[in-house]
């Protein structure tokens, strides 16, 4: 495994100015960099301003308004900065996790491009010593009907599964939707969430002058080059010529990576560790003696290349995937080599820690690049983009939306509609139980991990509604973290933080800058309301084709603590004769909602509002009720209201229900329209089951928080008020049948 | 009892299956602890591991398994000495990626072909008990469905339809994908495998492969115990 091929000893081109055009620089940009070097660059050199400075790696449009998001609580060990977020979970234990985009990858080659994405997320996460213990993602493709949308879910499926099945990670929840916002730019991103113990987190920050760099992992090959700058750009109709930027995974050598890492990580071998994703060697080495505060010297000779003939422009740009690199104690460098050797995986010394603040780079002891560290990275450009507040369109009174014939045939349309039908065609190619501590399979609120030999477990969801987003980026932004806070809650668990995974259009133009700084503002109003702090996170810009952005998507992964297996529960109704509780205000909200846009083709209206006061109210309320065991089954209400979800208990449990007129019963919302009761998407809602309603009811009132019973679980049809009694039976096919049917299955 | 869990490189559910067999065997369920009766981990260079009672081949995907699922694994030192233990008569329980072994390695007849479907299936399937007659079923009644979870991309059993006669009269058949009820249907088979055939055994019943995870509904947090009954017997067979 040691040979390495033979680099290409040519020097590296005249930078003119249509080079500089081509790698993305401004001309302020590529000012700057003469400025910095005190001269031109060469070609080298100026692939590594490019991808340093691409958006991807710098956040330069994004970064001014990331700042304003609470990152902090007692609970968190590292928030962003690091290649992941670290909270402290109790009992010496640490979880680790963050969501990342591979979104402009997964459009031109989907397969390759979700399994590297799952690749890279996954090493962000052992990177900081943690052993992954669940996979998440959220999924976004244009219209149905779009051509490309059939092979796009195809790929993206298949790729998901096939790495994280092989590394052995199981993937136990997420999200897929449909909207024609995505037909040119589909979003792909991944979340991964680890275990560590406390006192043995794992950083990137360099220390040690002279001390050994060690590229350990797969050979470097010419995949993946300027793959940084790919996602810093808009598509056109030749981006399909982007191919070759697409990174080829490996999941079986990432599993190696894991466990060897692991297994290194054990001892005190290891000074500071960081993988090599976006921008690949420049990128990480770059980062090490940022933070290090000190320099870095390669020889790239020694970096072992899967071909002959690379350029030191390749290596130190490539985007090969499951590639780590190290620092390590000198003493123990033995030690190392033999772990790494024991898994079949290359281990080469590549360099070393200086004092000079610089990057030199040489080839067989000649200098190809030498650039300072801290002034190209402080000198990372950081824009206050021009942006325009959305105009927030007005409220839609549900007077103004038709209502349907019949609430049974209007709930069985929505049930089987691409946006609300069950995804088990997506989640059954993934492997979901391997490692066995799930405990909440997918399908529910949010998925249940076992804290390996314990009776505890970590809640996790990820979510967004970009109807909302797009309505009123910052009711939007609140609303996301609102719903991931309410899932977590929904099982029983106490939310802890949030990873957000911001995917927008170009910032460059105003109105799209508006949804991203709308958003955050929602994002950093809600998280500090609900006491979740942002411990890390990505931003995707630039998801545009021919001029046209995607609806504006801030993904929202949470994790929560469940402190006793015991005491949780799902969303399938356990017994008849139970009563079933609406908790929480319903004033039939339907601007922005399913119901308006699926079943009547009509996109507007103000997206609902959030009541951050209203929603922690009602959650501790539930999540106490759940901890107490005073709760059968419990549902979050979120797209589709209540009829949606009931239907998704009903199915989920196998047993019906019997809804009343909420006429009969002024507390339920007497003056809302019966279809406004039934499908607006009112917020801050649950529904639960239970055998004692009466004390259930009582405790509500003593929590100020609205509750009333809606109707009683039994039998094997559905019947909501306005409708047919609609058996479970064809409920099911309707919500069982679309995806399948659709793939061609 | 005595236990070996062969652990390669790809291998993703050897602590599952140590975890399962632990908790069968009523010792703590401290896994990092061998001498406590836990099973031992024998890494795939290792030809030379203890004298043990039973060889577990756990899932996951060996080397890979980038060529035939099992392939590579069939030719590693650790299973080299498998084989040689297997033909000796020790107890070999191969699942998942372990029975693709046990076929890539010729102990048990037949091979793994891609599900009929061509996707990766992970989910609850119910599995009819063939025979109460063996080792590993001892605990089960004939007949009997369990509800156990696959999760394969090659889990498409076939054999030749002389073979799959012969083995049918000797009762190498050990499990069969059917109804909740036990009905064994078209319907019930959820990657095209010949006759319904979830696992087999070798002619002397001392080798058994199996697709489904017994070690996944082992455990009631999990949702399920029809899988510990396998690991119960095999501990008391074996003790």
Redesign the interface.
Known sequence: MSETARPNLERSGEVTPEIVAEHGLSEDEYGQVIEILGREPNLLELGIFSVMWSEHCSYKSSKVWLKTLPTKAPHVIHGPGENAGVIDIGEGLAAIFKMESHNHPSFIEPYQGAATGVGGILRDVFTMGARPVANLNSLRFGDPDHPKTRHLVSGVV?GV??YG????VPTVGGEVDFDPGYNGNILVNAMTVGIAPKDRIFTSEASGIGKPIVYVGSKTGRDGIHGATMASAEFDDESAEKRPTVQVG????E??LI?ACLELMATDAIVAIQDLGAAGLTCSSFEMASKGGLGVELDLETVPCREDGMTPYEMMLSESQERMLMVIEPAKEGLARAVFEK??LDFAVIGRLTDSGRMVLKLNGAVVGDLPIDPLAEASPEYQRPWTPAPRPDDLAPENVPAPEDTGRALLGLIGSPDLCSRRWV?????????????G?PGGDAALV?IH?SERALAMTADCTPRYCQADPEAGGAQAVAEAWRNLTAVGAQPLAVTDNLNFGNPERPEIMGQLVGCIQGIGAACEALGTPVVSGNVSLYNETNGKGIPPTPVIGAVGLIDD?ARTTDTAFKAAGEAIVLIGETRGHLGASIYLRDALGRREGAAPPVDLAAEKRNGDLVRGLIRDRRVSACHDLADGGLAVALAEMALAGDLGATIENPASAPENGAETPLHAWLFGEDQARYLITTAEPARLLDAARTAGVPAAQIGVTGGASLTLPGGAPISLGELRAAHEGWLPRYMG? | MKAAVVVFPGSNCDRDVQVALTRSMGAASDTKAPSNGAPIMVWHKDADFDKVDLIVLPGGFSYGDYLRCGAMAAHSPAMREVVRRAKAGVPVLGICNGFQMLTETGLLPGALLRNARLKFVCRDVHIRVETSQTLFTSRYQAGAALRVPIAHHDGNYTAGADQLERMEARGQIAFRYCEADGAVTEAANPNGATRNVAGVYNEAKTVLGMMPHPERLADPALGGIDGRPLFDGLVEALS
């Open positions: 298949a599964g096939g099945n092989c590394v052995g490996d999941p079986f050598t599993k190696l466990e898994w079949d989640w059954e190619q993934y492997d979901h139980m391997v490692m066995a501590d799930t405990v399979r076992r030999d297996i299955d």
